[in-house]
């Protein structure tokens, strides 16, 4: 079956310019996480969804951040007026059950570069 | 939230030799999941472990879960050049935090 899949797979943004990034979870997954993975790091946090509801948004590194997922499948994280710091892969996990205390399925992630 | 302290950063091996890495947290968890990423891959899922002192194996790995679940490791046993990646332990309380990750690479 299909995994997770994640649009587009690169991007490259000039600095302020908005960017949009895509997940597809697994059909049916309840849970949806998206981290920021910066080169030689781990994931970080960034939010997490329980079908359309973002039960946990703490990790957002600040408000030109947005996440959602309003049929509680398909989620979209856009990134305002981007910055060079915002540069990274971006990943996308789902699950097939509510919270975190499951398997988390990865997408292959998108990896931004802000110049 | 919850912090993980991973060690070593790096560990270079051998072929055939074998490797630990470890997870270390302040605070007593609730449970530990373990993943491991390829270079230019994405985290893929290894194990659970939940119970105090728990051990599980698979293959040539082997997950601890300490008995005062503060800490936990994965040790391979005779590294191939297909364990090469970062192994990265993650802990979660709703979110999920990951160790900064042991890169390891092996020599064939």
């Known amino acids: 079956g299909a995994g997770v899949s994640q649009s587009p797979r690169y991007k490259v943004a000039k600095r302020g310019q908005d960017v949009a990034l895509r997940c597809d979870p697994i059909s049916g997954h309840v849970s949806l996480f998206w981290y920021q993975q910066a080169l030689g790091q781990g994931p970080e946090f960034l939010t997490y969804f329980q079908n359309e509801a973002q039960l946990d948004k703490s990790g957002l590194p600040s408000d030109r951040f947005f996440a959602e997922r309003p049929e509680g499948s398909v989620s979209t994280l856009k990134i305002q007026r981007t910055q060079q710091e915002d540069s990274a892969v971006y990943l996308c996990?789902?699950?097939?059950?509510?919270?975190?205390?499951?398997?988390?399925?990865f997408g292959p992630g998108t990896r931004l570069t802000v110049l | 939230g919850q912090q993980v302290m991973q060690i070593p950063q790096y560990q270079h091996v051998q072929e055939g030799e074998d490797f630990t890495t470890y997870c270390n947290s302040s605070t007593t968890l609730s449970n530990i999941q373990w993943y491991k990423q390829r270079p230019g891959g994405h985290p893929v899922f290894l194990i659970q472990?939940?119970?105090?002192?728990e051990v599980k194996k698979q293959k040539r790995l082997t997950f601890q879960f300490g008995e005062a679940k503060k800490n936990s490791s994965l040790h391979i046993t005779a590294t191939q050049t297909t364990d090469v990646g970062t192994y990265f332990c993650?802990?979660?309380?709703?979110?999920?935090?990951f160790g900064a990750g042991t890169r390891l690479t092996v020599k064939p």
């Open positions: 472990l939940v119970k105090s002192g």
């Open positions: 993650a802990v979660n309380n709703n979110d999920m935090r």
């Open positions: 996990a789902s699950s097939p059950t509510s919270g975190s205390f499951n398997e988390q399925f």
